[in-house]
Nanobody
Framework: QVQLVESGGGLVQAGGSLRLSCAAS????????MGWFRQAPGKEREFVGT????????YYGESVKGRFTISRDNANNTVYLQMNSLKPEDTAVYYC????????????????WGQGTQVTVSS
């Protein structure tokens, strides 16, 4: 199976920045579509962004568009989520996900998931 491990979460003030990392192992990472999702307590899992194996045309959820950036380093089997201008409503557990298929905004299209990393934004 593909194994994913997120890191880089923590506590940050509103307006600050964080960069999350997702390290992958177990399969051919360079050909996998990667996605980021988040989930706050009592809420459904929300799409954040996705990127293809070619690192082209990343797609973002409306609530983070213009503030978050996805990138990947296939040589090191790692995908990143750069988060700028953070808001308290960005507080959530952030999950990395992988799929052998096309880019998707739906969590069910991603069979492989990391354990999540907590991001807390204070006002």
């Amino acid at each position: 199976q593909v194994q994913l491990v997120e890191s880089g979460g923590g506590l940050v003030q509103a307006g600050g920045s964080l960069r999350l990392s997702c390290a992958a192992s177990g399969r051919t990472f360079s050909r996998y579509t990667m996605g980021w999702f988040r989930q706050a307590p009592g809420k459904e899992r929300e799409f954040v962004g996705t990127i293809s194996w070619l690192n082209d045309s990343p797609y973002y959820g409306e609530s983070v568009k213009g503030r978050f950036t996805i990138s990947r380093d296939n040589a090191n089997n790692t995908v990143y989520l750069q988060m700028n201008s953070l808001k308290p409503e960005d507080t959530a557990v952030y999950y990395c996900a992988a799929s052998a298929g096309l880019r998707s905004t739906t969590s069910r299209d991603y069979p492989y998931w990391g354990q999540g990393t907590q991001v807390t934004v204070s006002s």
